[in-house]
């Protein structure tokens, strides 16, 4: 009884935990040491230094993230294969080259942001930068200030996905919101009240008349 009790209680929240796609999340990033390699993995594979993987404590197995240092703005997509870290705080643990990549070898941890990409080894979300307006002209008598453009990231869902059920989630609940919009815009119809006009009797039509005579 005690082992069952265990072993729901580490895989209960696996469980419980749905995952969508473009979901993010915010920690430190760590890497593995050198006692760790050319060692299986919890996916059953040999951790090598030069392929780009990582280790998540929730995540399923071949999800693609795309781990991006807050310090330097550099960015990478990794696989998922194994579990961990275990330590208070970090949220993924990368490989060799994934930290030479973001520049954490010499600092050790960094903080991050992971957004969900893909999942089943197949990206979905593509990343592209796209040039917005920061600042728009000012002029006046003493300066003249010039338009200000950015590069910002955003994200394009692949054409042919090969695994769609992961899209359902998303379409599934734009519909919701759109229900509730059309819902709110629906106007409340009004009752007209119409005055009330009074019936005049067919006697007091005669009486009118006899008094006119």
Request: proline share 3%; glycine share 4%.
């Amino acid at each position: 009884m005690l082992r069952i009790t265990l072993l729901l209680g580490i895989i209960w929240p696996y469980l419980l935990f749905s995952q969508e796609l473009g979901e993010e999340s915010y920690g430190i990033a760590s890497f593995y040491s050198n006692t760790f390699y050319k060692h299986k993995t919890a996916n059953q594979e040999l951790l090598k230094k030069t392929s780009l993987t990582a280790a998540h404590r929730i995540y399923p197995f071949n999800t693609l993230v795309e781990v991006t240092n807050l310090s330097n703005r550099k960015s990478i997509i990794v696989r998922i294969n194994d579990r961990g870290p275990f330590k208070r705080g970090r949220i993924i643990d990368l490989t060799e080259i994934g930290a030479k990549k973001l520049q954490l070898r010499k600092q050790g941890l960094a903080k991050v942001k992971i957004k969900v990409v893909g999942f089943e080894n197949e990206q979905m979300l593509i990343p592209y930068q796209q040039l917005t307006l920061e600042t728009n002209p000012k002029f006046s008598r003493k300066y003249y200030q010039k338009t200000r453009l950015k590069y910002r990231k955003k994200y394009r869902i692949k054409r042919n996905i090969k695994h769609k059920k992961y899209l359902k989630k998303r379409k599934v609940n734009k519909r919701k919101t759109l229900n509730r919009k059309t819902s709110k815009k629906k106007t409340v119809k009004r009752k007209v009240i119409k005055p009330k006009t009074k019936k005049v009797h067919a006697k007091s039509k005669r009486t009118i008349r006899k008094k006119g005579k």
